[in-house]
């Protein structure tokens, strides 16, 4: 069953080698046009048909987007000169992006607001409990500092990114005062038993 490979080789380089009869590609060609004619006044008329098209849609194309990038350079320039708040003007927040960056933050917002009612204050964990209390009044403070940010300098990645962070920073704050907590009320179990 099994060929040797060598013997294949060999039987291809002596068919590659054998050559097209003399005249053969001459008398295909023949034969295709017979078969089938070209009609050449059809296809002059239809190319000059097709390059005409092809210059009307790229001309109504051309006039299509500079009237687009004329829209959007203004709207642009609007967001730019937007004017600084006054102190009584409403700061915007992630929600007022858009509504996916709203979902972030509410759910940030809420699991921070449920985690710390969790935090119960003892005269034990009180000490540990207002340094995390302090840090987290800090990380407020910035978190109002970028929505002014946010407010007067509109959406950019960088404030976008920095709310979130501060965010996602709050919230693991508590986690570790929880588990801080939690290792401090285990210690004082086995302080108690002993």
């Known amino acids: 069953m099994g060929r040797d490979i060598r013997t294949l080789f060999e039987n291809e380089k002596k068919a590659s080698q054998e050559k097209m009869p003399q005249g053969h590609q001459a008398r295909f060609l023949e034969k295709l ?28 194309l051309g006039f299509g987007a500079s009237q687009f990038f004329q829209k ?63 840090r987290l009044a800090e990380l407020n403070q910035e978190y109002k500092h970028l929505s002014v940010e946010l407010t007067e300098n ?6 976008v990114s920095a709310l979130i962070d501060n965010l996602k920073l709050r919230l693991n704050l508590l986690y570790r005062l929880k588990e801080q907590l ?3 009320n285990t210690s004082e179990e086995a302080k108690q038993k002993a």
């Open 154 to 159: 509109g959406p950019n990645e960088l404030t």
């Open 72 to 134: 959007s350079s203004i709207v642009g320039t609007e967001i730019v000169v937007a004017e600084k708040p006054e102190k009584g003007a409403q700061l915007k927040s992630l929600g007022d992006i858009s509504p996916d960056l709203k979902n972030v933050e509410d759910y940030y917002l809420a699991n921070i607001s449920l985690e710390l009612s969790k935090v119960k204050q003892t005269p034990v964990n009180k000490e540990l409990f207002d340094g995390y209390v302090i």
């Open 33 to 60: 046009d017979e078969a089938l004619p070209v009609e050449s006044s059809n296809i002059k008329g239809f190319s000059m048909l097709q390059i005409a098209a092809s210059i009307v849609i790229l001309i109504g």
């Open 182 to 184: 939690k290792d401090l």
